[in-house]
T-cell receptor, first 118, second 114 residues
């Protein structure tokens, strides 16, 4: 079974600054995907960024980038030039690679509430 | 991606009653997933629903409490049966279009049980 841990229940950052959210995971799988989802107060789950475990290059999406350390089983999210609209709960998630039913399920961390202050 | 809608968006129900939540997708998908998010907590997978077969339930969730239907490739329902206040949660459905490695979520149904 996989576990995902987010050790920062809450974080805050000033607008326009950079913040990094931490995530560690535990798995015996070699092929998998990692994700960061954002959940604003509207409760809609929004996919922010994803990383394939077989790729050494860290994923980037505009202001969002990850630091993926496979050996350390670490997957942190860096948000640059923070904006007020980035205020949300952020969830790290793990998905095993595969086509069978269990291959597509997501295992989530506990979440980090990020507040961007003006 | 996929456009997913859920009905109802929220409801307040009495203890002992049942509520059926609908999930509609704008494209055909093989697997649909139902998650529960209890207040202030993360998401937990309830079950996976494949069209044409019985749903697969995660540990701690049973069919009698959370019956699921999957009549076609664009629609699924989750029923929360014999509700108690502990069932007050947000219930979300999700899909992975084309069997890919990204899951997209519906807007959720906020359930309050009195």
């Amino acid at each position: 079974a996989q576990t995902v841990t987010q050790s920062q229940p809450e974080m805050s950052v000033q607008e326009a600054e950079t913040v990094t959210l931490s995530c560690t995971y535990d798995t015996s799988e070699n092929n998998y995907y990692l994700f960061w989802y954002k959940q604003p107060p509207s409760r809609q789950m929004i996919l922010v960024i994803r990383q394939e475990a077989y790729k050494q290059q860290n994923a980037t999406e505009n202001r969002f980038s990850v630091n993926f350390q496979k050996a350390a089983k670490s997957f942190s999210l860096k948000i640059s030039d923070s904006q007020l609209g980035d205020t949300a709960m952020y969830f790290c998630a793990f998905m095993k690679q595969g086509w069978e039913t269990s291959g597509s399920r997501l295992t989530f961390g506990e979440g980090t509430q990020l507040t961007v202050n003006p | 991606s996929a456009v997913i809608s859920q009905k109802p968006s929220r409801d307040i129900c009495q203890r002992g009653t049942s509520l059926t939540i609908q999930c509609q997708v704008d494209s055909q998908v093989t697997m649909m997933f139902w998650y529960r998010q209890q207040p202030g907590q993360s998401l937990t997978l309830i079950a996976t629903a494949n069209q044409g077969s019985e749903a697969t339930y995660e540990s701690g969730f049973v069919i009698d409490k959370f019956p699921i239907s999957r009549p076609n490739l664009t629609f699924s329902t989750l029923t929360v049966s014999n509700m108690s206040p502990e069932d007050s949660s947000i219930y979300l459905c999700s899909v992975n279009p084309r069997g890919g490695n990204e899951q997209f979520f519906g807007p959720g149904t906020r359930l309050t049980v009195l």
